[in-house]
């Protein structure tokens, strides 16, 4: 496949040409990737495959059949409002089995609501087959496999390689940190992470999907970077309230007022710091979510709720208007705030240190008015 | 002084009205405050000081004769283009000494160009008398003192504490955290954080300045914060590239796009956090310089210098654009680079470690042109 150089990947590159050439050198490497799930990132996610010369599969999920016919009939991706690079196959759900004869790569599209279907679906699949499965899933699972002394909490790619037939070798590896899928589709400047326990895998994801707009850190602290950008989502909703009550103010047509967000956006990241130290991951993953965060603040779904939110509006009132709209943001808050409340409980944590999730729980369970403790963000330090 | 609550106070403090309340109550506690330098960040302060009671003397350096003027003539400050609160006494700096008279608490609102300006004309006052003094001066200083073992910056802070003179019993503290001056103005939520060597010190400024808007934390780790909060400076205008870029695309017109600028903000928390640590401040204290980026990134005025650089300008150009403007970005992102080569050379640290802030440097000195390193931002963990 051809690489396709744009006008945003020559202006956004500005000053390294040199790395698209190299790129276009390496079409040699070329692997049969299955994305699974035909959602905003995983269909995005074929741009970078496309362009690294892979044969690329977009398998939709039983909710993506009106996307899959799209991109089957016209190459159109409806809620991407993109057109696909030249070549994706699209299948049907029904095609799973097809789509699967021989991926040297398996990619996960599903989002955390997604993880149970992905698990039931398309892991047996992976039975006596030793496949590097990537996700773009950001979220923590209920633990079942007891890996962790830390909580109820565990990373999805743990509770999925636990949940893999006895007889596949294949390895869960995620991706996390700040993309905007419609941004990806456009070849901006992207970094994230790969997460994982190994290494070597790692380094043969990169060897993959690297590409000159594409940037891939890897790390083994799989508990601290699927915790940091897991709880982005939550925390984007609670820096957005403030967005919301300068609307609630001005009806939505004066200037922002930043020294609110700011004040938010600090405390979410003390916050997001202390739950990485929590789930000892280490701290320097907490910043994969901090990047995420700034991302989902300014350009994802979760922004439209905190400013509902922050505007008056309860959320109850607020969930009917975002109807249709999977809030990733609300389940992990919830499922947090309920493992912090236990955490106290056991003396292991103070509720104290997280007033501004504590406060987005009382906002989303309890029927709570927005009303952010700022006097709680106060620390003193000697 | 009455209360002056409007329509953002009550809006912004929704489910909160109690501090209001409380606030009014504690007049009795009336001080004389003087704030030096009638800058924007400095006539804000007027704000907080008026609402609790004080009374406040603003008084102008050489360079403020204008907005001086205006403040004597009708209360109005023209580059706020705020009314300042009704009671504030505004004097030229040929009054300095006689607005001194009778202070509890003195205040700095030069920038850290104002520094030495400060030194020669304010602390010889300061002799014999034993106050507070809180700046609002972010920056590090080339080192006089000799007290730090980290290199040859120190905070501000620890810089005129050893120029006071030698009878006098003051203490200098300073001011870090995200605020834009005119926020604080409309009494917008702002936290902040008040950094100095004496936590008793801290703690009686914060009586004297604490209300329902204007938030403060405590901190001794002074090298910390201090690092921290001078260095946004410098990030404010490496994020900003990325908007500049998409300007030079879309001729400003199109949508921004956000993975780019997310990148360099992780990338930002990652140098900010190594330099607090290289700095021997404690990790807690980069959370200030991170709040303070994300408010410079959307506030500041260093956002249009990184626009006008990242659209195409080199530094020279950009720099006449701006004329007029002091941009501290440039002078610490200047010094602290020339500390991290000097580090180097002692095998302290590695330049590598800092690759957004070498660019800026090789931008700002060096006539590069914007060619930002996205692969040195790659990270591996194990």
Same mark, same amino acid.
């Given at each position: 496949?051809?690489?396709?150089?744009?006008?945003?990947?020559?202006?956004?590159?500005?000053?390294?040409?040199?790395?698209?050439?190299?790129?276009?050198?390496?079409?040699?490497?070329?692997?049969?990737?299955?994305?699974?799930?035909?959602?905003?990132?995983?269909?995005?996610?074929?741009?970078?495959?496309?362009?690294?010369?892979?044969?690329?599969?977009?398998?939709?999920?039983?909710?993506?059949?009106?996307?899959?016919?799209?991109?089957?009939?016209?190459?159109?991706?409806?809620?991407?409002?993109?057109?696909?690079? !030249?070549?994706?196959? #699209?299948?049907?759900? /029904?095609? @799973? %089995?097809?789509?699967?004869?021989?991926? $040297? &790569?398996?990619?996960?599209?599903?989002?955390?609501?997604?993880?149970?279907?992905?698990?039931?679906?398309?892991?047996?699949?992976?039975?006596?087959?030793?496949?590097?499965?990537?996700?773009?899933?950001?979220?923590?699972?209920?633990?079942?496999?007891?890996?962790?002394?830390?909580?109820?909490?565990?990373?999805?790619?743990?509770?999925?390689?636990?949940?893999?037939?006895?007889?596949?070798?294949?390895?869960?590896?995620?991706?996390?940190?700040?993309?905007?899928?419609?941004?990806?589709?456009?070849?901006? !400047?992207?970094?994230? #992470?790969?997460?994982? /326990?190994? @290494? %070597?895998?790692?380094?043969?994801?990169? $060897? &993959?999907?690297?590409?000159?707009?594409?940037?891939?850190?890897?790390?083994?602290?799989?508990?601290?970077?699927?915790?940091?950008?897991?709880?982005?989502?939550?925390?984007?909703?609670?820096?957005?309230?403030?967005?919301?009550?300068?609307?609630?103010?001005?009806?939505?047509?004066?200037?922002?007022?930043?020294?609110?967000?700011?004040?938010?956006?600090?405390?979410?990241?003390?916050?997001?710091?202390?739950?990485?130290?929590?789930?000892?991951?280490?701290?320097?993953?907490?910043?994969?979510?901090?990047?995420?965060?700034?991302?989902?603040?300014?350009?994802?779904?979760?922004?439209?709720?905190?400013?509902?939110?922050?505007?008056?509006?309860?959320?109850?009132?607020?969930?009917?208007?975002?109807?249709?709209?999977?809030?990733?943001?609300?389940?992990?808050?919830?499922?947090?705030?309920?493992?912090?409340?236990?955490?106290?409980?056991?003396?292991?944590?103070?509720?104290?240190?997280?007033?501004?999730?504590?406060?987005?729980?009382?906002?989303?369970?309890?029927?709570?008015?927005?009303?952010?403790?700022?006097?709680?963000?106060?620390?003193?330090?000697?």
């Amino acid at each position: 496949m051809k690489w396709e150089a744009n006008g945003s990947m020559s202006t956004d590159t500005v000053g390294q040409p040199t790395g698209i050439e190299n790129m276009a050198n390496e079409g040699d490497s070329m692997s049969i990737a299955v994305m699974v799930g035909a959602g905003m990132m995983g269909s995005a996610m074929c741009t970078p495959l496309s362009d690294r010369g892979h044969e690329v599969r977009l398998v939709g999920t039983p909710l993506d059949r009106e996307i899959i016919s799209s991109v089957q009939a016209s190459g159109y991706h409806p809620t991407l409002q993109r057109q696909l690079p !030249q070549g994706v196959k #699209a299948y049907q759900v /029904d095609a @799973l %089995a097809d789509a699967l004869v021989g991926a $040297d &790569l398996v990619l996960g599209g599903v989002s955390s609501f997604g993880v149970q279907w992905f698990r039931e679906t398309v892991l047996p699949h992976l039975a006596k087959r030793d496949l590097p499965v990537l996700l773009v899933t950001k979220g923590l699972a209920e633990q079942e496999t007891g890996q962790l002394e830390t909580g109820q909490l565990e990373p999805i790619p743990w509770a999925l390689q636990a949940a893999l037939p006895s007889s596949s070798g294949s390895t869960i590896c995620a991706i996390g940190g700040p993309c905007i899928a419609r941004e990806l589709t456009e070849r901006r !400047q992207t970094t994230v #992470a790969f997460c994982g /326990d190994d @290494l %070597a895998v790692l380094g043969h994801l990169r $060897d &993959l999907l690297a590409t000159p707009y594409y940037h891939i850190s890897l790390s083994t602290d799989v508990r601290g970077v699927e915790t940091a950008v897991a709880m982005k989502n939550a925390y984007a909703m609670g820096v957005s309230l403030a967005i919301g009550l300068i609307h609630r103010e001005n009806g939505g047509d004066g200037p922002e007022a930043y020294n609110p967000q700011a004040a938010l956006f600090g405390q979410s990241t003390r916050e997001i710091q202390r739950l990485v130290q929590v789930m000892e991951g280490r701290p320097e993953s907490a910043v994969f979510g901090i990047a995420d965060l700034y991302v989902t603040v300014f350009g994802g779904r979760t922004r439209r709720l905190g400013i509902l939110l922050g505007s008056g509006l309860s959320f109850a009132e607020a969930s009917q208007e975002l109807a249709g709209v999977t809030l990733e943001s609300v389940a992990i808050a919830t499922k947090m705030a309920a493992a912090v409340r236990r955490w106290d409980a056991e003396n292991r944590v103070k509720m104290a240190e997280f007033p501004l999730l504590m406060h987005m729980d009382g906002i989303i369970n309890a029927g709570q008015e927005v009303a952010i403790p700022w006097t709680s963000f106060i620390t003193a330090l000697d």
